[in-house]
């Protein structure tokens, strides 16, 4: 491990959002008019229950949250902790239309890709030199207890051509494991090469075509004239 490597996970964060029990009756159509969101929560002991969440609501926790924190959905019985699994967005108008929750086994650890965030400035950046990141989240194994957001990177760390930060050096929760592999790179410096332009070289040949140009006018006198003879 290099020396001097601080990589940091953020805090756990908790969100609540309201659901209501979904009328089968009522078509998906008729929930988004009235500005609602039809979704759906399941888990390994939770059959798959319809609900539906107002739809500004939802967007504001799904753009806050993501997939790595987990929303705690009230109204549908007891309290369930989730986690967004998927959405469905429409392409024209970018508006969420549909929502899945992953209902969390209470007592089980769950396994999920968290994103990186890259923290500082490498000095060997500041040198001219190239810093290269190669993963932008890892997967790991982790208690929902101490589900991190996300996972800080320092590239500080990163001085000269050829320092690199990998994945096995990335502080972990107490309760994590790294699913990734240890030695993946995370990110790496690489030298600087200025490209040279080479000159175009001249076609083979084009010098011997200017050698055989046409005699000048002045060169006609020169040649015999026609039908004269040659001198013996």
Do not use: C
């Amino acid at each position: 491990m290099q020396n001097g490597l601080k990589s940091v996970y953020s805090s756990r964060m908790t969100v609540a959002l309201e659901v209501s029990p979904r009328d089968s009756k009522e078509s998906s159509a008729e929930l988004r008019a009235r500005g609602s969101v039809p979704a759906v929560f399941y888990g390994p002991k939770e059959d798959s229950t319809p609900v539906s969440i107002n739809a500004r609501k939802l967007e504001q926790v799904w753009k806050s949250a993501g997939e790595t924190t987990i929303i705690t959905l009230k109204g549908a019985g007891a309290d369930k902790d989730t986690l967004i699994k998927d959405v469905q967005v429409d392409p024209v108008t970018g508006i969420l239309v549909h929502a899945d929750f992953y209902v969390l086994e209470k007592g089980k650890k769950i396994t999920l890709n968290i994103p990186l965030e890259f923290i500082g400035e490498a000095p060997a950046e500041k040198a001219g030199h190239i810093i290269s990141k190669a993963l932008h989240e890892v997967e790991i194994e982790v208690s929902p207890a101490e589900l991190p957001q996300h996972l800080e990177v320092d590239l500080a760390v990163l001085v000269n051509v050829g320092d690199h930060i990998m994945a096995s050096q990335i502080k972990l929760p107490a309760s994590a494991i790294l699913v990734t592999g240890p030695e993946e790179i995370i990110a790496s410096v690489a030298a600087f090469v200025e490209e040279k332009i080479e000159e175009p070289v001249a076609a083979e040949g084009a010098e011997g075509a200017e050698g055989a140009a046409a005699p000048a006018e002045g060169d006609a006198a020169a040649a015999p004239a026609e039908g004269e003879a040659k001198a013996e």
